[in-house]
């Protein structure tokens, strides 16, 4: 039998309770931090809630246990102007979002790729989970 008496009290607390919720990064944080606190966020959430703020999803993979959505979000480069027509460059910027719904219907992983935190914060921030602000 575990002795809670030899056990720091701040421990017995994270073993009952779970981990304290991280505080919202700063606005001057890094892209990154941003991010990882807005994806940690998604944890825990209903998938009905996660369809309401990010929409249709761009693919859906299942699995026995687990369904994983994925959502694409894309960001083109500066448009440029010929004689009055304007054409929108090249470049483009694509993120994508990967969260993994468990048996209870919540989210239980939340994860983002793409080439620049920087970029994929600017197309993300809008989506967090509405008890969360980044």
Same mark, same amino acid.
């Given at each position: ?10 421990? !017995? ?6 981990? &304290?919720?991280? $505080? ?7 892209? =990154? %931090? @941003? ?17 309401? !703020? ?6 859906? &993979?299942?699995? $026995? ?7 694409? =979000? %894309? @960001? ?59």
């Amino acid at each position: 039998m575990l002795r809670l008496s030899r056990i720091a009290p701040g421990l !017995v607390a994270a073993l009952l309770v779970g981990p &304290a919720a991280a $505080e919202p990064p700063a606005a001057t944080a890094p892209a =990154r %931090e @941003k991010l990882d606190y807005l994806f940690e966020s998604w944890r825990g959430q209903p998938e009905e809630t996660l369809k309401t !703020v990010w929409g249709r999803p761009d693919s859906l &993979a299942e699995r $026995e246990t687990s369904r994983t959505y994925q959502f694409d =979000r %894309e @960001k083109r480069g500066p448009a440029v102007g010929f004689g009055g027509v304007r054409v929108f460059g090249r470049d483009t910027t694509l993120c994508r979002a990967y969260f993994q719904i468990g048996l209870e219907d919540i989210v239980t992983r939340a994860t983002w790729r793409g080439p620049d935190a920087g970029d994929c914060w600017a197309l993300f921030r809008e989506s967090a989970p509405p008890t969360a602000a980044p």
